[in-house]
């Protein structure tokens, strides 16, 4: 078995190597926003209860404040289960306005004249001051390696739908997780790689429904990576007009009625409305902001240009 995918696990392992050589020599805490998503983790390790959107320009999860809890969620257990340095995240955020790089923007008030650079810390980050966050942050950034790896496994599945040949296959699959980008998201602790692997896996399963057809059990799978996708990041939804278009070609294809194509789309629904269907509530009669927009739309979160 594990020969017949030999070439695609030495992509895999490429990849893998080419992440961990990235988080090793991006230092701590200066991924893109990576200190908000720290804190919501350790929010959640120390009080096991989400933000408060009310607050969210004083408290330390900041615009991450309507983030929905999946990925935090699971990298707080990760922590837990390896017993790693929890740090309060109030007290994490002064320190980082101390010692972080005060010139690095994203996502803050844009700076043409800004290069990007990042501070660093000296030997495995000894003049960043407190090796307990250094160590959490490290154990922390392999969650989202773990991602990458289920994006990369769902590229793979997907191109094996459209492409007979292997080479044809694996070249699509190295286009997508070589891209620098793709490498760098998966190299720290945050958000989007998560929603990157659902949203593949995603689309790989309606490949699939396209060449083998419905049935109920991959009707649900695909309702539930939906659902667990918008746990991770609500944006994972706009893959979900795709879906209804593999739905809509499959009972084309098959003569399917009008019921039955109805019934099919139910299934999907099914385990978005059981398990984002909550969330969604919450978010509406607690703060009336259903999918937790309204953290990112304080003007000083917004770019006045595009970049």
């Known amino acids: 078995m594990l020969h017949r995918y030999r070439r695609f696990l030495v992509l895999l392992a490429l990849f893998v190597a080419g992440v961990i050589a990235q988080g090793r020599t991006m ?10 998503h720290t804190a919501y983790v350790e929010r959640l390790r120390r009080e096991g209860q989400l933000p408060d959107r009310a607050t969210f320009r004083t408290n330390s999860t900041r615009q991450e404040s309507g983030q929905p809890p999946l990925t935090y969620w699971l990298a707080a257990q990760a922590a837990n289960l390896l017993q790693l340095p929890s740090t309060d995240s109030d ?11 005060t010139w690095l923007t994203p996502p803050d008030g844009w700076n043409r004249r800004d290069n990007l650079n990042h501070y660093l810390h000296g030997r495995d980050e000894s003049a960043f001051g407190v090796p307990d966050v250094v160590t ?15 994006a ?26 070589f891209m620098p980008t793709m490498i760098h998201v998966a190299a720290y602790l945050n958000n989007d790689v998560s929603g990157i692997a659902f949203a593949t896996l995603i689309v790989w399963q309606a490949l699939r429904l396209l060449r083998v057809g419905a049935s109920s059990r991959r009707l649900l799978i695909l309702g539930l990576l939906l659902a667990l996708g918008a746990l991770s990041k609500v944006n994972v939804l706009l893959v979900a007009p795709g879906v209804g278009m593999a739905l809509l070609l499959d009972a084309i294809n098959r003569r399917l009625s009008l019921l039955r194509l109805i019934g099919s789309g139910l299934l999907v629904a099914l385990p978005i409305v059981a398990l984002f269907g909550p969330w969604v509530a ?3 009669l607690q703060y009336r902001d259903p999918f937790g927009f309204m953290t990112h739309l304080h003007p000083t979160l917004s770019y006045d240009t595009l970049l």
């Open 136 to 150: 959490a942050n490290r154990a922390l950034r392999l969650t989202s390696l773990v991602y990458g790896v289920i």
């Open 27 to 36: 230092p701590v805490m200066e991924g893109s926003d990576e200190s908000v």
């Open 282 to 284: 919450w978010g509406w």
């Open 152 to 177: 990369v496994v769902g590229a793979y599945g997907a191109a094996r739908e459209i492409f007979w040949r292997e080479s044809w296959a694996l070249t699509a699959t190295a286009i997508f997780a």
């Open 91 to 101: 007290a994490l955020l002064a320190h980082l306005g101390t010692i972080r790089n």
